[in-house]
């Protein structure tokens, strides 16, 4: 059984550049979830997808989107890059479109922004 | 929305003293309660959950956790810790498609 994988596992973008972040979600997992966890403090939910459509969104802007494909593997996409968007973003893989059970979390891709 | 509290963002605990580490719940229904732990540079691996069968949840590592409703609380505990211990520990509430995550608390075990 392969585990969620996440690539990037380190990047550094400037100001107002666009990072795009990888996860290949765990085997016979059809929902990925996306958080965003700053330095100190616990994950936020940024969205999720089931079935290739988002299923959820927290509290972010536009300027942060995603994609899941057929072979249900997701994109985060970042565009027009803060500061305070330096964070390690996890990714998620569950069954299902609901978080009542287990979610298995990669190990991360650490993004900093200068 | 649902919410965790974790009280005490850093616990230090000696080698086999009993860890304690305290969760409390804003839930008007009963909720799915979850303990993660993050060790250095990884990624979340749940602890155990909470999923309204029986009130004392046994996880993995030694680790188990009481739901209390009338305390509203869901602490995590372990008899005697490891050094392997050594982490930080999320609790987490199910809010429909997401989990919320509290702040964390790290724990250190002196030898």
């Known amino acids: 059984e392969t585990g969620v994988t996440q690539s990037p596992t380190h990047l550094i973008k400037t100001r107002g550049q666009q990072v795009t972040l990888r996860c290949s979600s765990q085997s016979g997992h059809n929902t990925v979830s996306w958080y965003q966890q700053a330095l100190g403090q616990g994950p936020q939910f940024i969205f999720q997808y089931y079935r290739e459509e988002e299923n959820g969104r927290g509290n972010f802007p536009p300027r942060f989107s995603g994609l899941q494909f057929p072979n249900y593997s997701s994109e985060l996409n970042v565009n027009a890059l803060e500061l305070d968007d330096s964070a390690l973003y996890l990714c998620a893989s569950s069954l299902g479109g609901e978080n009542t059970g287990e979610l298995f979390f990669g190990e991360g891709s650490r993004l900093t922004v200068l | 929305a649902q919410s965790v509290t974790q009280l005490g963002s850093h616990v230090s605990v000696s080698e086999g003293a009993l860890v304690l580490l305290r969760c409390n719940y804003s839930s008007s229904v009963p909720p799915y309660l979850f303990w993660y732990v993050q060790y250095p540079n990884q990624g979340l691996q749940l602890l155990l959950k909470y999923t309204s069968a029986a009130t004392l949840v046994k996880g993995i590592n030694g680790f188990e956790a009481e739901f209390k409703k009338s305390e509203t609380s869901f602490h995590l505990t372990k008899p005697s810790a490891h050094m392997s211990d050594a982490a930080e520990y999320f609790c987490?509430?199910?809010?429909?498609?997401?989990?919320?995550f509290g702040a964390g608390t790290t724990v250190t075990v002196r030898a």
């Open positions: 987490a509430v199910s809010n429909d498609y997401k989990l919320s």
